[in-house]
């Protein structure tokens, strides 16, 4: 069995080319006032939150790491090293990402890291940086296990979700509108993504793809971006502060006061951690499905269209 | 890539971006150009929650509303806008204009820039409404 295994920290290495990108996106958009825009402390929170997002992996890295060993420890598999063995395990980690992220718009608790990541108005190169503190309490490195289990090394698994990562990041643009057909049927692109980061009620929920846009066809959640639509980027309730702490931690502390009001039932307290965003055990906020709801309340003619196709009327 | 080469290029990196963006006058807080266009950026937070009165302040950077739920502002954050109701708001009067402190972790404090009419007027506007 392989212990021994290395490859390069494929992430940091990028970081120079993640500048570059950002400075020739903002010269783009400087000299020809279209593709997009910049804000100086917008774009100092997403910088800083990707800082913090590498400090907290140097720091807490090793939790998973220590579970994705402890796993490879015990299985009985061993995939090898070939390069379809790398190139399988990149499809099958694109896979794992999509669940991820759609449980970590499904799932409070991990809502709670994930929602950062949508916290800002903008949508350029520095909102892709604009990464989790606390991915490692949300424990879905679980969701790798099987990975690992099946014989992918785990430096093979983290090597290929790394370029997954920095698949990511050129996606994050408004000044690229929409890559060729065969691609935008096959690939995540800029429009794919920009649906995922639109606080439209037509866009909720939608487009959780990491690299292939496929699985967000297999499993329904693949939503169009529409002329007709401008993306309105933020969240449901935008936040009143540019402080990374308060970014990077507010749903925790959303989810720590709604556990412990009084007079819950210990199924409340635990749906406030597992239900969706928006859950209350009182019904007084939103979740998806309701602002959808009330969306087709007042703009019946857009039931049927693409987002609110499985949407019931209240 | 070793700590004391990913360590400097971060910071310089993050730190000659913000500035750039700064000299390239990318710093410039959003307006209201009119009270509809503070509601809208009312209504794009509280869709169901119509303004009843708007009261632009002299900068245009932020608004005092009314709705049937209570009294609420909406004010530039950057570039764009947020808004929240004042319930359990706090406020105080600072030399340029008023502070007003929410119980709200993702909103805890609002500077508002007013003149000294409006830092006058508002605060019981605000009672008044409540």
């Keep these: 069995m392989t212990d021994q295994l290395t490859y390069p920290d494929v992430v940091n290495f990028a970081v120079p080319f993640f500048i570059a990108l950002i400075l020739i996106e903002l010269a783009w958009i400087v000299i020809k ?32 790491y220590g579970f994705f060993m402890a796993l490879w420890a015990i299985t ?13 395990c990149f499809v099958l980690d694109d896979l794992r990402y999509y669940w991820v992220h759609r449980f970590g718009h499904r799932i409070r608790w991990v809502w709670a890291s994930h929602v950062n990541h949508h916290s800002s108005q903008h949508y350029n190169l520095t909102t892709a940086l604009r990464q989790t503190w606390t991915g490692t309490f949300t424990f879905m490195m679980i969701v790798r ?41 096959v690939m995540n692109t800029p429009s794919h993504h920009r649906v995922h980061h639109g606080r439209n009620a037509r866009y909720l929920d939608a487009n959780y793809a990491g690299v292939f846009i496929v699985w967000d066809k297999l499993f329904g959640t693949f939503v169009p971006e529409l002329e007709q639509e401008k993306v309105d980027y933020g969240l449901v309730r935008n936040l009143g502060t540019f402080n990374p702490i308060r ?3 507010h749903e925790w502390v959303g989810i720590f006061k709604d556990v412990t009001q009084p007079g819950l039932t210990w199924r409340d307290r635990l749906n406030y951690c597992i239900q969706p965003p928006g859950w209350s055990h009182d019904g007084s906020r939103d979740t998806s499905e309701t602002i959808k709801q009330k969306h087709l309340a007042h703009r019946p003619e857009d039931a049927g269209t693409p987002g609110f196709e499985k949407v019931t009327s209240r | 890539m070793p700590l004391s080469i990913l360590i400097p290029m971060v910071i310089l990196g993050i730190a000659g971006i913000a500035v750039l963006l700064h000299v390239l006058g990318l710093t410039r807080p959003a307006s209201f150009d009119t009270q509809e266009d503070a509601s809208r950026a009312w209504l794009r937070e509280f869709p169901e929650h119509h303004t009843t009165r708007v009261v632009l ?51 805890p404090r609002i500077h508002l820039t007013l003149d000294a009419d409006e830092a006058d007027q508002w605060p019981s506007l605000m009672e008044r409404q409540t």
Excluded at chain 1, 76 to 83: C, Q
Excluded at chain 2, 73 to 97: C, E, H, P
């Design chain 1, 33 to 64: 006032h279209r593709g997009g825009r910049y804000e100086t402390r917008d774009a100092l929170t997403s910088l800083l939150m990707g800082a913090g997002n590498v400090a907290s992996g140097i720091l807490l890295g090793f939790v998973a």
């Design chain 1, 145 to 185: 296990a099987p990975l690992i289990l099946l014989g992918f090394h785990p430096a093979m698994v983290l090597f290929c979700g790394g370029l997954n990562l920095i698949y990511q990041f050129w996606i994050h643009t408004e000044t690229i509108g929409r890559m060729p057909k065969w691609f935008e049927a």
């Design chain 1, 247 to 249: 970014v990077a931690f």
């Design chain 1, 76 to 88: 009985p598999l061993d995939l090898g090293t070939s390069v379809a063995v790398v190139v399988l």
């Design chain 2, 57 to 107: 302040s002299h900068d245009r950077h932020a608004a005092l509303v009314e709705t049937a739920q209570g009294p609420g502002v909406v004010w530039a954050m950057g570039a764009d806008s947020t808004a929240r109701f004042l319930n359990g708001a706090q406020i105080a009067r600072t030399r340029k204009g008023l502070r007003i402190a929410l119980p709200d972790y993702t909103a």
